[in-house]
């Protein structure tokens, strides 16, 4: 069964400092892994996905995550916090079969950011 | 992105009555609609998913004669929470997906039971 763990269940940062948020899972297969964010109160926004190719992805907002198959990691990453990241992100690995995806989401990592 | 929406974002409910929720995609045709639940500073946790027309495929230990599923069009799946009680208490969150497309989440209900 797939899973996904999310050591740090809350991190602070100073805005401008760097952010990396860890992702771990287990998967048979080759992985559809997605980190999404949660605002308070608010559903769940897509950040970046990695599928297959490369595997440094882009998304919005200046996110970036590495795909390390052999550390079965996906860790985000952000050169320069901004104040506005404040808000609990979520990995998330997928089982895409047919016209279905399952996504398993880890615990959360809440983030803090003080100016 | 394309947008899916929740209603309503906030419901607020007496012990033993139920309560819809419903899902609508706004700008695609959602194939497979999915419920979430996610408990205070937890995870979210798949309840269900629907295919349209088709019956809902509920995941172990989620009771599908208290949390009815309908997705009887393209647009609009509807989460029923019936005879609900305190422990329903939660948010719950829809996705949906056209296809094989990336799926979008709505923006949650937040449900409590008093």
Same mark, same amino acid.
């Given at each position: 069964?797939?899973?996904?763990?999310?050591?740090?269940?809350?991190?602070?940062?100073?805005?401008?400092?760097?952010?990396?948020?860890?992702?771990?899972?287990?998967?048979?297969?080759?992985?559809?892994?997605?980190?999404?964010?949660?605002?308070?109160?608010?559903?769940?926004?897509?950040?970046?996905?990695?599928?297959?190719?490369?595997?440094?992805?882009?998304?919005?907002?200046?996110?970036?995550?590495?795909?390390?198959?052999?550390?079965?990691?996906?860790?985000?990453?952000?050169?320069?916090?901004?104040?506005?990241?404040?808000?609990?992100?979520?990995?998330?690995?997928?089982?895409?079969?047919?016209?279905?995806?399952?996504?398993?989401?880890?615990?959360?990592?809440?983030?803090?950011?003080?100016? | 992105?394309?947008?899916?929406?929740?209603?309503?974002?906030?419901?607020?409910?007496?012990?033993?009555?139920? /309560?819809?929720?419903?899902?609508?995609?706004?700008?695609?045709?959602?194939?497979?609609?999915?419920?979430?639940?996610?408990?205070?500073?937890?995870?979210?946790?798949?309840?269900?998913?629907?295919?349209?027309?088709?019956?809902?495929?509920?995941?172990?230990? /989620?009771?599908?004669?208290?949390?009815?599923?309908?997705?009887?069009?393209?647009?609009?799946?509807?989460?029923?929470?019936?005879?609900?009680?305190?422990?329903?208490?939660?948010?719950?969150?829809?996705?949906?997906?056209?296809?094989?497309?990336?799926?979008?989440?709505?923006?949650?209900?937040?449900?409590? /039971? /008093?």
């Amino acid at each position: 069964a797939q899973s996904v763990t999310q050591p740090d269940i809350h991190i602070t940062v100073s805005e401008g400092a760097s952010l990396e948020l860890r992702c771990n899972y287990s998967y048979g297969a080759t992985p559809y892994l997605f980190w999404y964010v949660q605002s308070p109160g608010q559903g769940l926004q897509l950040l970046l996905k990695y599928f297959s190719g490369d595997t440094l992805v882009q998304g919005i907002k200046g996110f970036e995550a590495e795909f390390k198959r052999s550390q079965s990691s996906f860790n985000l990453r952000k050169p320069s916090v901004h104040w506005s990241d404040a808000a609990e992100y979520f990995c998330a690995v997928g089982e895409v079969t047919g016209t279905a995806s399952k996504l398993t989401f880890g615990t959360g990592t809440r983030l803090q950011v003080t100016l | 992105g394309a947008v899916v929406s929740q209603h309503p974002s906030w419901v607020i409910c007496k012990s033993g009555t139920s /309560v819809k929720i419903e899902c609508r995609s706004l700008d695609f045709q959602a194939t497979t609609m999915f419920w979430y639940r996610q408990f205070p500073k937890q995870s979210l946790m798949l309840m269900a998913t629907s295919n349209e027309g088709s019956k809902a495929t509920y995941e172990q230990g /989620v009771e599908k004669d208290k949390f009815l599923i309908n997705h009887a069009s393209l647009t609009l799946s509807t989460l029923t929470v019936t005879s609900a009680h305190p422990e329903d208490s939660s948010f719950y969150i829809c996705s949906a997906r056209e296809g094989a497309r990336q799926a979008f989440f709505g923006q949650g209900t937040r449900l409590t /039971v /008093v």
